[in-house]
């Protein structure tokens, strides 16, 4: 799977192709990258490698929720960036462009996650491959978030001040 794709769970030919771009364009900072961070948007993560202490990057989108922002992991097998960054102590880099900002990301324990899950799905869900993995709408009740909470890590964007 291409390393521009946050989708863990079978991406098809034409998302492998559009990740792939947009990590491109992000990377040259030719997306618009609400930056300062606004309402959401998307950002590439870098986290060493837990094995490997390689630099990894992956495409993630942010959103931000009751003045706080916010990662959501996609659907499916736990991707590698949150092992990462668990392994890390939540010390990562986004970056959008030649912008980089150190940060550290707490994870919210599962009975907190749904409200942001909403606020990101509403955020991301315009796209086919949320709405294909979350199998809801994007105008849903809280009530549906709720079920998909524990399968989803949801971190907190806090300064890497605040670690």
Not at 1 to 22: I, K, V
Not at 33 to 57: K, M, N, Q
Request: charged share 20%; aromatic share 8%.
């Amino acid at each position: 799977m291409s390393r521009a794709m946050h989708l863990q769970a079978n991406p098809t030919p034409f998302d492998r192709l559009a990740g792939g771009l947009l990590f491109r364009l992000v990377s040259l900072g030719l997306t618009p990258s609400r930056w300062p961070w606004t309402a959401g948007g998307t950002v590439i993560l870098e986290v060493r490698g837990r094995r490997s202490r390689r630099l990894h990057s992956t495409l993630v989108t942010w959103v931000e929720h009751d003045r706080a922002r916010y990662l959501v992991s996609m659907p499916g097998a736990e991707p590698q960036w949150v092992k990462n960054a668990r392994v890390a102590g939540g010390a990562v880099v986004l970056r959008h462009g030649t912008n980089r900002i150190r940060v550290s990301l707490a994870e919210l324990p599962a009975a907190q996650r749904a409200p942001v899950l909403q606020a990101w799905y509403r955020v991301t869900g315009r796209s086919a491959p949320p709405r294909r993995h979350f199998g809801i709408d994007r105008s849903a009740p809280l009530a549906a978030f709720e079920h998909l909470a524990a399968a989803h890590p949801v971190f907190r964007i806090l300064p890497a001040s605040q670690a």
